[in-house]
């Protein structure tokens, strides 16, 4: 059913054409419609009051279905939904049982003491345990050459030599499915050795013992170990015939599941649902059958391209949000081009209080603003030639003199004598400028004098000393020289004047306005 009809059709005395193009924007939006809902409704379905998408479309992962969708609007929480991958497909083979969080590594301890001369211990194992066998807490070696033998048959641990009355034997099992690569080696020096061998990674826990007393790691200590070298290096060389033997004690590196584990790191901890990112699905692995309806369903939704380039090989009636604009742009395909659904919906609604007012981008450059016009930072026409203003021109677009810096322009006169006497020497002769003298440099090549300045003959300032090491002053009272009116000589005087030869007199000048 349309909603909107043109009220006064042919009734636009200044052109025929107006007429027109309201009824082929009429005729367009009609066509949008669908469903029984305008084209403002069908947006209003897929956008929230922000402009930002929020089209019905829906996926979850049902505890016992699998992975499921639904497109459209429902009044409940279980209808409409689409299974895509059932459960049973998510979960791969089974894991491999690494041992429980928390297992000893020994157990099964027993302790007993022996009688005189006694060699054979009770102790019931399977061929496949591993032992630790210690007697007065020291560490043994198990083989016929060494300290005892083990039988599983007779569950017994024998000793090669009988024991003392009294003497502590203590027997563990070692939880071999607990240690990563459970190692144990055994080596008897045969000459002083501090280096023994012994492959581990940088995540192995070691235990090391020397004739079977156990040994502390660091530098400060018994040993150090290596990784990197596949090493134990004593921090003392151990001398011949003494026994060492290193064993694995735990690898603490992680360890590779197969399978799915249902933890915190693969699915959501308030949902248990299974993270999407966590599902890879190939190409082709779904079947068509899982999707059924999604295509026809999802055809009857509205066509959009968000992107901030326009799409190519549009149909008419798509619709186009332009991100190359901020704020965004929504645009609608009217068969040969894209045309904003509201040209003036980038622009804030103005109220009388905005009069005056400009338009402007906010401070995140989001969306389009009215401002002040702020003219704190511009100076006014009263501030000409004021102080803190700026300056003005005279009648000849010039600035006035009053308006220059009492400096205007800055030099060095240099004069030279190459042998000097007791004297008066003139250096220039000025007119029509006033400059000040504020600064002198003094060198000869030899032997020493004295100088003072003079104008017009008149001795002026301080006497200075000259010698072959050079003399820099800056006069603290500057000699101000003013010939505006009548020209005016500058001249130095030089007195006690003691072998001295090539004299280099300099000037630091500066010429004022005032």
């Known amino acids: 059913m349309t909603r909107l009809r043109q009220q006064y059709p042919q009734n636009y ?14 005729r367009y939006l009609n066509s949008a419609e669908l469903g029984d809902k305008t084209v403002g409704e069908l947006l209003g379905t897929i956008f ?51 041992g429980s969080i928390g297992s000893p590594i020994m157990h099964t301890r027993v302790d007993a003491l022996a009688t005189s001369s006694q060699t054979a211990f009770p102790y019931a194992h399977e061929s496949t345990d591993e032992l630790l066998v210690y007697v007065n807490g020291v560490l043994k070696r198990s083989g016929s050459s060494y300290d ?63 004739n079977g007393i156990l040994q502390r790691e660091g530098g400060s200590f018994d040993y150090l170990s290596s990784a990197s070298n596949n090493s134990v290096t004593f921090n003392s060389a151990i001398a011949s015939g003494n026994t060492v033997t290193i064993i694995t004690v735990e690898n603490t590196s992680a360890q ?55 799409p190519g090989s549009p149909s008419t009636g798509d619709l186009y949000m332009d991100t190359s604009q901020t704020p965004n742009v929504l645009k609608f395909y009217d068969g040969s081009q894209f045309l904003q659904t509201s040209p003036d919906s980038s622009l804030p609604t103005f109220l009388t209080a905005n009069a005056g007012q400009f338009v402007k981008v906010n401070g995140s450059g989001t969306a389009l603003i009215y401002g002040t016009i702020d003219l704190s930072s511009v100076l006014a026409v009263t501030t000409r030639g004021a102080a803190n203003g700026v300056a003005s021109l005279d009648s000849t677009g010039r600035l006035p003199t ?13 004069h030279t004598v190459a042998t000097t006497a007791n004297q008066t020497y003139t250096i220039k002769r000025i007119f029509k400028q006033k ?26 300032g301080s006497t200075y000393s000259v010698s072959s090491s050079i003399n ?42 005032s």
């Open 48 to 98: 929230d009051t922000a402009g930002t998408w929020k089209g019905p479309i829906e996926m979850q992962l049902d505890s016992s279905a699998g992975i499921q969708y639904r497109v459209g609007t429902y009044s409940d929480t279980t209808t409409g939904w689409t299974t895509i991958v059932p459960l049973s497909s998510l979960k791969g083979a089974d894991g491999t049982t690494v």
């Open 148 to 210: 005892y033998q083990t039988s599983s048959t007779n569950n017994t641990v024998t000793f090669n030599s009988g024991l003392s009355t009294g003497t502590l034997v203590t027997i563990y099992k070692i939880r071999a499915t607990s240690i990563t690569g459970f190692t144990r080696t055994d080596t008897v020096t045969s000459s002083s050795q501090n280096v023994f061998n012994f492959v581990h990674d940088s995540d192995t826990v070691l235990q090391v013992y020397k």
């Open 472 to 513: 820099e002053f800056a006069l603290g009272t500057v000699i101000e020289v003013d010939a505006t009116t009548a020209s005016k000589s500058i001249q130095y005087v030089i007195t006690n004047n003691s072998s001295g030869a090539g004299l280099e007199v300099t000037m630091a000048v500066s010429e004022v306005t």
């Open 13 to 26: 005395g200044s052109s025929g054409n107006i007429s027109t193009e309201f009824e082929n924007i009429t």
């Open 435 to 460: 400059i000040q003298i504020n600064g002198l440099s003094l060198q000869t090549t030899s032997g020493t004098c004295s100088l003072q300045l003079s104008v017009n003959g008149v001795a002026v």
């Open 402 to 414: 009053a308006q220059l810096p009492v400096s205007v322009a800055s030099e060095s006169i240099y």
């Open 256 to 310: 590779v599941v197969t399978g799915m584990m249902f933890e915190s790191q693969f699915v959501d901890s308030t949902t248990g649902f299974i993270d999407f990112g966590k599902i890879t699905v190939t190409n082709n692995e779904i079947a068509q059958v899982k999707v059924s309806g999604l295509t026809t369903a999802l055809s009857g939704k509205a066509n959009l391209t968000v992107a901030s380039s326009t």
